[in-house]
């Protein structure tokens, strides 16, 4: 089988690396992948938003199977134009990726549906949202309606702050058109656990839990990013937890999709808040996390393929989904100065460590390969994945790893899986 996958993070090189693993599979190739993807996979240098070269590709190679990793392209709507070429593909079409594309969309969903989430309101006018402010107690929280990178989440003590966040949002949009719209909702606290799904329509089943850290620095300090590292599973997902999210939240959520003609198949990423009052969804996304996926992945016993291609055929209900009973924690490798600004170029050493060790992982984000080696090339430069008996074992190894990698302006969080020590 040839395979096809649509991305160019860790989250691609994850799933490049269980698609290799499978047995069916003779060829994989990565739009446009990046250096790590291509010592498994061949790149081809097109851009996930060139949705006509992309079925182009797939139709001349006659691809199998599209995997697409990425939210852009999916909120975009590439599923449907792969899959009117007559190209089999995993993940949500287009009218389903709202769920994560529309912020607005995914509240009355949860709120019509009787989904656990936080109160809110959603504004399409900004003086109404300022005039709503007046009232409204404090902290509280601003969402730009749209696909915004992870950062259209403003968190406001005060209403000058969240004054000048509707401003920043919706008028100067500072957010581009994710900002037309926004919702404005309570402001919660408890710890934060991802829980990643497979879907096929009807049938949900969920993978193992995973905790991200997304400041970047120690602490919980410093800006939001897209991830600074994870660790699977979550001691905090409790049993009681997972039967609440049973009961309320996960075939909830599918079957709200399907009743509003909006069938989802693919990855559901629910993330969600444990609160005092119980788990709360805090948002959806429509594919694999990163760097959740880093440490998922690695730990589940499935064919990957087989539990993809049931998604599509609507027969994940015959899926017995299985993870390892160990745990993982993944540390990312940045770039000094991430998320803001950050010198890149600099080689890598150390690499070919990873190469010999089945429990010890190195899944690209940021690099380039060049004449002299590997370089990087982005703030998120490598996610260093290690598996262990438990979080604490996985902890360590994890962070041996990373001394195992030089680059001259490396960075990292310390702190990956610290909350481990108070479970
Ligand atoms: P989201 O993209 O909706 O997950 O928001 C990004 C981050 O903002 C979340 O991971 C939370 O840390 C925080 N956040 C979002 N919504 C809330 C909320 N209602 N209360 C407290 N924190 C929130
Ligand atoms: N790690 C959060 C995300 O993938 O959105």
Partial sequence: MKVLIVGSGGREHTIAMCVKKSPRVDEIYCAPGNAGIGEIAECVPIGAMEFDKIVSFAKEKNIDLTIVGMDDPLVGGLVDELEAAGIRTFGPTKNAAVLEGSKAFSKDLMKKYNIPTAAYENFDDPEEALAYLENASFPIVLKADGLALGKGVLICNTLEEAKDGVKSIMEDKKFGSAGNKMVIEEFMTGREVS??????????????????????????QGLNTGGMGTFSPSPFY???????????????????????GREFKGVIFFGLMLTEKGPRVLEYNARFGDPEAQVVL?????????????????TLDKVNLQFEDNAAVCVVLASDGYPVS???????????????????FVFHAGTKKTDEGFVTNGGRVLGVTAKGADLKEARSKAYEATEWIGFENKYMRHDIGKAIDEA
């Fill in 298 to 314: 690695p730990r589940m016993k499935n064919d990957i393929i087989e539990v993809v291609e049931a998604c599509i055929d609507g």
């Fill in 195 to 220: 829980v990643l799904s497979f879907v096929d329509g009807k049938t949900i089943k969920i993978m193992s839990s995973a905790q991200d850290h997304k400041r970047a620095k120690d602490g919980d």
């Fill in 238 to 260: 409790t049993e009681e937890v997972d039967e609440f999210c049973k009961k309320y939240v996960y075939q909830a959520t599918v079957d709200a999709m399907a009743a509003e």
């Fill in 342 to 360: 950050y010198k890149k170029g600099f080689p890598i050493t150390g690499l070919e460590k990873f190469e010999d060790k089945d429990d010890y």
